[in-house]
């Protein structure tokens, strides 16, 4: 596979075989991934990753939680802007309405799309669940290169045949995880990761989300007319 293939086909999986990983093959990939870009080599990141009754644990944790209240936590760094604006806002309806297309839960049904969005904290039930922290201490360009290990772990799992799901929801529960991991005292949960080989007769997995056309984000400027 070259890195051009491992890109097309990357998509959030949300559907996943009853099949593990073992500890030697996450050691491997996490450490193959310690070559993506990090500036200054401050190398911000921490990752946590959890399989099995570890597992367990979040996800009991998690609908406890959110049994008391379905928004979570207060946090001041929510998962999108406030008043999200356009064309942004029309982009994240849209991925969503074709996600409940995809799965034939309409409009209506909404206790069928609570359900199925309940399933972002059971890690859509793939074998592993991978959490990333970061120092509240660090700057914009920290995120942006924890962000840069994140994707090279996503291409490096397509290498090996398995399928991921980003999964920024998990920060409506930062304060309750900083607890149960004992975080240190500058340190934050950013966004957690679903792992694992997908199921490919799921329907969701066959979604692919729509991207911008290259006119609408770049400008290519100086070059020769062909």
Known sequence: MDVTQAVNQRISTRAYLDKQITEAEIRDWLTT??????????????????????????????????????????????????DLWEPHEARRRRVGEMMYETLEIPREDKAGRIQWFARNYRF???????????DERMGHGQWAHTGMYMQTLALLAEERGWGTCFQECWGILRPTLKEHFQLGET????????????????????????RADLSEFAELKGFQKA
């Open 33 to 82: 991934a310690q070559r993506a870009p990090s500036g200054g080599n401050l190398q911000p990141w921490r990752v946590i990753v959890v399989t099995g009754d570890e597992k367990q644990k979040v996800i009991d944790l998690a609908q406890q939680k959110l049994a008391g209240n379905p928004r979570g936590e207060p946090t001041d760094r929510p998962i999108y802007p406030k």
């Open 187 to 210: 340190e934050m949960l950013y966004c957690g990761m679903a792992l694992g080989y997908p199921d490919p007769d799921h329907p969701v997995n066959a979604l692919r989300a729509e």
């Open 124 to 134: 859509f039930d793939a074998p592993v669940g991978v959490f990333f922290v970061i």
